[in-house]
């Protein structure tokens, strides 16, 4: 499929214009996958940094809801495209799938439960007016100088009806090489999920044989445990 006869690189680059080498030369030296991350909440990657200025904010300063005259989410024009536009598709989804995506969504419920989760995301959610209200005091702000994408990085503002401004920026997301999660958040992000089909004891299990995976011969031996 790549480098044969009719395979990508001759039919994309052309004989001679593609080096192998360049693809093979450090296999079993280095791990792409070192190079990923996951989410770390169940949303855009987008959202991923902002979501943790916006929880930062909720849990360390003292501020109800209702005191919240306005939320600046500073994004690179092009965040913006993605997270706030159509309009009306991110102020107003109708559905916990199409919350996903809309960054007003993501930031008035972060704000307002100071947590945010698979279930954070239902229909029910996604159509609260008391949800949606909040939404509409979240501004897109363009900060063009905003590294874009990079390792997704984040800035929110968060300005009281009595004036005080509360602010938070994040350069790395979560998960990236300069911003690393811990494998404890790891595991208990997969408990979290995995709670909902299996029980606590096979969660225990499973997480115990993947600590040791480079031990294992077999996955059969870990796709027993939760088949």
């Not at 989410?73 to 092009?78: A, I, T, Y």
């Not at 990085?153 to 005080?164: H, M, N, Q």
Request: glycine fraction near 6%.
């Amino acid at each position: 499929m790549l480098e044969g006869r009719y395979g990508y690189f001759r039919s994309h680059a052309g004989d001679g214009n593609y080096d192998l080498g360049a693809l093979t030369g450090e296999l079993g030296r280095e791990w792409e996958i070192l190079r990923i991350y996951p989410k770390r909440y169940p949303c855009d990657h987008i959202a991923q940094g902002y979501l943790d200025c916006a929880l930062a904010i909720a849990r360390e300063q003292r501020f109800a809801v209702e005191d919240i005259e306005r939320v600046e989410v500073l994004v690179h024009p092009l965040s913006r495209a993605v997270m706030f536009e159509p309009h009306a598709l991110r102020y107003t989804p109708t559905t916990g799938w199409s919350a996903r995506w809309s960054m007003p969504f993501n930031m008035a419920v972060a704000l307002a439960d100071r947590r945010i989760d698979i279930d954070s995301y239902s229909d029910a959610r996604a159509n609260d007016p008391a949800t949606r209200a909040l939404m509409t005091r979240v501004v897109a702000v363009e900060e063009p100088t905003i590294p874009f994408p990079g390792d997704y990085p984040a800035w929110v503002r968060v300005r009281t009806k009595d004036a005080r401004v509360f602010e938070r920026d994040q350069m790395h997301a979560a998960g990236s090489p300069d911003n690393p999660m811990s494998s404890g958040e790891y595991e208990s992000k997969f408990a979290a999920n995995a709670a909902r089909v299996l029980d606590a004891s096979t969660i225990d299990a499973l997480i115990a044989r993947v600590r040791r995976l480079s031990s294992v011969t077999d996955m059969a031996d870990v796709a027993a445990l939760y088949a």
